[in-house]
């Protein structure tokens, strides 16, 4: 049996148009919201995730800012940035583009960024916030657009085991407090294992939900996977294939090809939870200007 196929496509944009409509609605009644990325240096992966967070905001009617700072830039340099940003009446959210450089303290930068304004939610007050039910949590956006993912095409997450492969900061462990809030999108049982666990083909093995992020190309196997489960992969890989025009492809955290044989549902890569993670940052970007009153 084929997996159904959870397209990422057609949930990111009618999230996208729900916010598109608040967005001129503020527009009409004062100004945009506004959204500010800071990325520093030239990874080639991090360039092209901002240049498309900064082509949705505008095309969702925001105000959008891109400031660009060089690889040799100080610490003193990027938290001038960040503070400068805190105050700007414009920037009502931003983030600063992950990884930085190694010179660079990065939890230092992440603290300095006002809770308020922060859309990514990576700041403690937000993590803090998330962990106990607190609605003005900024939730960081790609467990966020998952759980949207999981509401929107009707898998049900009360009373399912959940079961998260990789703990970490940005999907891993957010992922499990909204997993394990009380309310749609949430009830479940969850389990979060890594690359310390004990059998963890037999933990994967007891979900009803499996979201797979720990950043190695195609290590979830078909063997992994009960019969009928959820899959959704939230990694993305650039392996080597010379057969490819650009010398590589694209590939997820989970063996897509064997493993939809056995899942019930399964997401795609590209074209699953990447598109949701920018839909959900748009929706941030609303609720941190709903949040500080539209001003
Ligand atoms: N790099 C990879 N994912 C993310 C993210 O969600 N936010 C930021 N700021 N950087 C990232």
Known sequence: MSARI?????????????????VQRHRAGGRAPGLAVVIV?????SQVYVRAKGKACEEAGMHSETVRLPEAVTEAELLATV?????????????VQLPLPKHINGERVLNAVDPAKDVDGFHPVNVGKLSIGDPTALKPATPFGVQQMLIRSGIETRGANAVIL????????PMASLLIQQGEGGDATVTICHSKSRDLPGICRTADILIVAIGRPEFVTADMVRPGATVIDVGINRVDDPSQPKGYRIVGDVAYGPVSEVAGAITPVPGGVGRMTIAMLLQNTLQAFEQAGGR
């Open 166 to 173: 990789g703990r970490s900061n940005i999907v891993g462990k």
């Open 41 to 45: 240096g030239e990874n080639p992966a």
């Open 6 to 22: 959870l397209d990422g496509v057609p949930l990111a944009d009618a999230i996208r148009a729900e916010v598109g409509a608040e």
């Open 83 to 95: 503070e400068r940003l805190n105050r700007d009446p414009r920037i009502d959210g931003f983030l």
